[in-house]
């Protein structure tokens, strides 16, 4: 549907991104099918999903019998927020108001939020490896070490020579 689209697009000059509207979103089957499918179940999965391993993680420790330490689970625990938050920031604006549209709201409701949001979710992407990077202490640690942070302050060494 996406390659060999059963409609000719239309470009808009006058609006943002020229419309960039796909056309076979106006057909309804097509458009809650490409909507629901693609959008809207994967962000529902992952959050789902997310949730579970954190549970597992609970449940498997009371069924050993060991305390249940989050300290020795805080790096997992932080490392799956964090990029699931990051994923869910970007994705859910959108989702939530293609969801709206596609239960009736006025297409004018989140004119503004869509524009934004289309866009967020191109960050997912490009931040990604930084919030991984963020996660891992021994990273932290070594570029620390050799200096590479990017707010690291210059040291200057006052030489005193003689006269």
Known sequence: V???????KTYKYNLPV???YPCYLSIPLLGIWDTVINSIIPTAII??????VLARVY????HLNRANLWRRQRKMT?????????????????NLVIFGHICGLSPHFGEDVQ???NYL?????LLFPFVCLSTLSEMRKKLRWKGLLLFRQPRHIAIIHPK
């Open 18 to 20: 020229c419309g960039e």
């Open 78 to 94: 932080i490392q799956l927020l964090s990029i699931c938050i990051l994923y869910l920031a970007a994705n859910v604006p959108l």
């Open 115 to 117: 524009i934004y949001a």
């Open 59 to 62: 449940i498997q420790k009371r």
């Open 121 to 125: 979710c191109y960050f997912v992407t």
């Open 47 to 52: 959050t789902i999903f997310s949730i579970i």
């Open 2 to 8: 996406i390659i060999f689209p059963p409609c000719s």
